[in-house]
């Protein structure tokens, strides 16, 4: 592998992080300063020279505009989540946040996992609304991760994409890694991660489709990268792709993609539970006009 990607996997940082330490100097190949682009080939002798940890993120107990909260119990919180919220704190994101806005609520949730994710056992990107859930006891917080992990949840979500993808009912399985040139985004790459979408149309308009999918994996930016290498992106989504045109006449400034249901075992009983949240303003607002000019 290349010396960025490889380190990058080998210690948990991002590409950029392991590009500046290369052009620094600071990563020794067999004695010798490696680039971030040269490779890294078995029983060589690595050396790298890692910087200083980062400061520790701190959670601030700052209201919400939006949040609203949809059930909560002695075990977890279940919240709808508005566009510009991030899940949790993290370097760099100086927005509000879920985690923040329950604290703010007056709201405890589990001490589980590290200082600035307590709780956290999914995630939505700040460009992303709908129904999230939050660990509010420690059990509750082991069952949850659990069944994310073995796949129990029922995620869903409806995207707004680009096009009318054929066929109308389908399955994406292709493996998603960072993308290999622009490590704030990702990419369908043949050594990624197994990563499987199921989707169906919805509705078609002239210029795009409304979609249900559902998640059988949940990496990064799945649904965002999966339709995109479909060449089908979300509406609005320019990171990987979208038309600026169709958004723009649209009103979306965002990747049109909401986490419509949530459904799993309640870590209190094992009985399913199901949570839903509806289209939020600028959503609605743009499947409206769709529908008019159609």
Same mark, same amino acid.
Do not use: N
């Given at each position: 592998m290349r010396v960025d990607a490889g380190l990058a996997k080998l210690l948990g940082l991002s590409r950029t992080t392991v590009a500046e330490l290369a052009e620094a100097g600071e $990563?020794? $190949?067999d004695g010798r300063v490696a680039g971030k682009s040269d490779r890294l080939v078995a029983g060589a002798m690595l050396e790298v020279s890692l910087p200083a940890p980062p400061a520790p993120v701190? $959670?601030?107990a700052v209201p919400v505009d939006g949040l609203i909260v949809l059930h909560q119990d002695d075990d977890i919180v279940v919240v709808d989540k508005p566009v510009g919220v991030a899940a949790h704190p993290s370097p760099g994101w100086t927005?509000?946040?879920v985690i923040g806005g329950l604290a703010a609520a007056g709201i405890r949730i589990s001490t589980s996992g590290a200082a600035e994710r307590q709780g956290v056992v999914h995630r939505l990107d700040v460009g992303t609304t709908g129904v999230m859930v939050v660990a509010k006891s420690e059990h509750g917080y082991t069952e949850l991760k659990r069944a994310f992990k073995e796949r129990t949840v029922d995620k869903i979500y409806h995207a707004l994409v680009q096009g009318h993808p054929d066929p109308s009912v389908g399955t994406i399985d292709a493996p998603i890694d960072r993308h290999p040139r622009h490590d704030y985004k990702f990419a369908v790459v043949a050594s990624g991660k197994p990563s499987i979408t199921h989707y169906e149309v919805l509705e078609a308009f002239r210029a795009a489709s409304l979609v249900d999918v559902r &998640?059988?994996?949940g990496r990064t930016h799945q649904i965002r990268v999966?339709?995109?290498a479909l060449h089908h992106p979300c509406v609005g989504d320019l990171t990987y792709g979208a038309d600026p045109v &169709?958004? %723009? %006449?649209l009103g979306v400034t965002r990747?049109?993609?909401h986490a419509h249901t949530l459904g799993f075992h309640h870590p209190a009983d094992g009985r399913w539970v199901s949570y839903t949240s509806a289209y939020p303003a600028d959503l609605r607002s743009a499947l409206d006009l769709l %529908?008019?000019?159609s």
């Amino acid at each position: 592998m290349r010396v960025d990607a490889g380190l990058a996997k080998l210690l948990g940082l991002s590409r950029t992080t392991v590009a500046e330490l290369a052009e620094a100097g600071e $990563v020794l $190949v067999d004695g010798r300063v490696a680039g971030k682009s040269d490779r890294l080939v078995a029983g060589a002798m690595l050396e790298v020279s890692l910087p200083a940890p980062p400061a520790p993120v701190t $959670v601030l107990a700052v209201p919400v505009d939006g949040l609203i909260v949809l059930h909560q119990d002695d075990d977890i919180v279940v919240v709808d989540k508005p566009v510009g919220v991030a899940a949790h704190p993290s370097p760099g994101w100086t927005g509000p946040t879920v985690i923040g806005g329950l604290a703010a609520a007056g709201i405890r949730i589990s001490t589980s996992g590290a200082a600035e994710r307590q709780g956290v056992v999914h995630r939505l990107d700040v460009g992303t609304t709908g129904v999230m859930v939050v660990a509010k006891s420690e059990h509750g917080y082991t069952e949850l991760k659990r069944a994310f992990k073995e796949r129990t949840v029922d995620k869903i979500y409806h995207a707004l994409v680009q096009g009318h993808p054929d066929p109308s009912v389908g399955t994406i399985d292709a493996p998603i890694d960072r993308h290999p040139r622009h490590d704030y985004k990702f990419a369908v790459v043949a050594s990624g991660k197994p990563s499987i979408t199921h989707y169906e149309v919805l509705e078609a308009f002239r210029a795009a489709s409304l979609v249900d999918v559902r &998640l059988e994996t949940g990496r990064t930016h799945q649904i965002r990268v999966h339709f995109a290498a479909l060449h089908h992106p979300c509406v609005g989504d320019l990171t990987y792709g979208a038309d600026p045109v &169709l958004a %723009r %006449r649209l009103g979306v400034t965002r990747q049109w993609l909401h986490a419509h249901t949530l459904g799993f075992h309640h870590p209190a009983d094992g009985r399913w539970v199901s949570y839903t949240s509806a289209y939020p303003a600028d959503l609605r607002s743009a499947l409206d006009l769709l %529908r008019a000019e159609s």
